[in-house]
């Protein structure tokens, strides 16, 4: 993999070739590279299998300019693999034949004083070696086998997942005084144990961190195993109104669906948030920040893509919303945006991306934690429902609206005087309810707190468990279960 001190050497060449270009006024150079190693795991009982299959690995590199021209008008171009001299020409025929005049574009960011955040890469990762990180994604077989052999399972069963191990390297380089370079290191393991009993069931676990030793495969993989033994004789419930206790999964998939902090939706109507900011919108029990500095969190940044350091910003304080994240086109754009800052301009997918233009993403949100244990949660609750984990949740009534509809998937469980009676019977309820109403009567929060993301999530969601008041459930499908 391309070292650090190449990336930044390159970025910087980058941006003397443009700036000598006589049509450009400002210019951002911006160079990534990242390796993602993949194990992925398969196990059935009854097929033979080596249960690790298809390890591989991917790479990707390339730069990428971002131009103001001196006629006003803003370009990017891009250039796939290639460092060479022909590749900056590349990227800058792009940027000078995609120009369009935007006059909200004020500029790129300007260096500013201050130290970034410490955020530590593993070295590891970094230079993976390969029988290791195998050995490790073995413990994700190990730690299942271990659970199930435990309870003396006789039936037939089956795991999937994977393990992930990525390194990301980028730099940038600016006219206004930016320059700024970081290396990443993220790993992550999530497992599915399925049993082959009727009705089926199934559970699902994760696990992440910065850090390949710190990596709780055997911890994710036996939790897995025993979410699923815990799903066997599964019941149903009528429609209703719960007391509901919410998995860390849980949460991580309600703020993925409708926290939009995220300045852009404010243009077109499609934030539930707008014209509510100072207002107590949900219970004084929840405060949520958005921290890019968290030790160990894989979403942890010293530096945003456009070279400005990172920093913690508060979303929620005490139910109280105060804060919007952007990034520095935003909070150019309109005197009442500058206040949001601009420390939260990422380039989305994998890593540190060269081929995405730079919009606004967050890093790790945190909940923060209460004081009851699991048991207390539920005994707070006392009859009701542990909701452990959904899909398919949708906004409706449109973006601007809080409401959502989703749907209890699994690892969910009927409560019954403030303990677990039985499993809930996956797929057989409907949420139809308001994000802002389930969590304006806070019962409890957790006094532990779990990395969370959701299928297709960008920022990592750091919460304990949530107990609430009510939540309007729908029952759906009963008969084929």
């Not at 909701?387 to 601007?400: C, D, H, I, Q």
């Given at each position: 993999m391309i070292e650090l001190k190449e990336i930044r050497a390159i970025a910087k060449e980058l941006l003397e070739?443009?700036?000598?270009?006589?049509?450009?006024?400002?210019?951002?150079?911006?160079?990534?590279?990242?390796?993602?190693?993949?194990?992925?795991?398969?196990y059935h009982t009854d097929i033979p299998s080596n249960g690790l299959e298809e390890p591989k690995s991917e790479e990707d590199f390339g730069l990428s300019l971002r131009i103001m021209f001196k006629s006003g008008k803003y370009g990017m171009g891009v250039s796939d693999s290639d460092f060479s001299r022909k590749g900056f020409e590349e990227a800058y025929s792009k940027a000078f034949e995609s120009m369009v005049l935007d006059n909200d574009f004020k500029g790129f960011a300007k260096g500013k004083k201050g130290k970034p955040s410490s955020v530590y890469a593993d070295?590891?990762?970094?230079?993976?070696?390969?029988?290791?990180?195998?050995?490790?994604?073995?413990?994700?077989?190990t730690g299942a086998f271990s659970a199930m052999k435990k309870t003396k399972f006789k039936e037939g069963f089956n795991i999937t997942g994977e393990m992930d191990a990525l390194a990301a390297r980028m730099a940038v380089e600016n006219s206004n005084g930016i320059s700024a370079a970081e290396e990443n290191t993220e790993c992550f393991s999530t497992l599915t144990t399925d049993l082959e009993v009727n009705p089926h069931a199934s559970g699902t676990s994760f696990e992440s961190s910065t850090h390949l030793a710190k990596l709780d495969c055997e911890g994710c993989a036996a939790e897995s195993a025993e979410k699923s033994l815990s799903m066997q004789s599964p019941k149903s419930l009528d429609s209703g109104e719960y007391k509901v206790v919410l998995s860390q999964i849980a949460v991580a998939e309600l703020l993925y669906s409708r926290f939009d902090i995220e300045i852009p939706s404010l243009e077109y109507n499609a934030n539930p948030f707008k014209g509510r900011e100072d207002e107590r919108i949900f219970s004084d029990k929840l405060s949520i920040d958005d921290n890019p500095s968290l030790g160990g969190m894989i979403c942890s940044k010293k530096y945003t893509d456009e070279g400005i350091p990172t920093k913690k910003n508060t979303i929620v304080k005490n139910g109280v919303f105060k804060n919007y994240i952007s990034n520095n086109y935003y909070s150019s754009k309109k005197p009442e945006w500058k206040k949001y800052g601009q420390t939260n301009g990422f380039r989305g997918g994998t890593g540190r991306n060269?081929?995405?233009?730079?919009?606004?993403?967050?890093?790790?949100?945190?909940?923060?934690?209460?004081?009851?244990?699991?048991?207390?949660?539920?005994?707070?609750?006392?009859?009701?429902?542990?909701?452990?984990?959904?899909?398919?949740?949708?906004?409706?009534?449109?973006?601007?609206?809080?409401?959502?509809?989703?749907?209890?998937?699994?690892?969910?469980?009927?409560?019954?005087?403030?303990?677990?009676?039985?499993?809930?019977?996956?797929?057989?309820?409907?949420?139809?309810?308001?994000?802002?109403?389930?969590?304006?009567?806070?019962?409890?929060?957790?006094?532990?707190?779990?990395?969370?993301?959701?299928?297709?999530?960008?920022?990592?969601?750091?919460?304990?468990?949530?107990?609430?008041?009510?939540?309007?459930?729908?029952?759906?499908?009963?008969?084929?279960?």
């Open positions: 070739y443009a700036e000598k270009k006589s049509e450009v006024k400002e210019a951002e150079a911006y160079v990534s590279a990242n390796n993602l190693n993949v194990y992925r795991i398969a070295k590891k990762i970094l230079k993976l070696d390969e029988e290791k990180a195998m050995a490790k994604a073995y413990e994700l077989i060269y081929g995405s233009d730079v919009s606004v993403k967050g890093t790790n949100y945190t909940i923060q934690k209460g004081n009851h244990s699991h048991e207390e949660l539920l005994d707070e609750v006392k009859d009701g429902i542990y909701l452990g984990r959904m899909w398919y949740t949708y906004p409706v009534n449109g973006y601007s609206s809080f409401d959502f509809t989703s749907t209890i998937r699994g690892d969910s469980f009927i409560i019954k005087n403030g303990e677990i009676s039985s499993a809930l019977t996956p797929n057989t309820f409907r949420i139809l309810d308001s994000f802002e109403s389930v969590f304006k009567d806070v019962l409890a929060l957790g006094k532990e707190a779990k990395a969370a993301r959701s299928w297709g999530q960008d920022a990592l969601v750091l919460t304990p468990e949530i107990a609430v008041a009510k939540m309007k459930l729908k029952s759906i499908s009963k008969g084929i279960y």
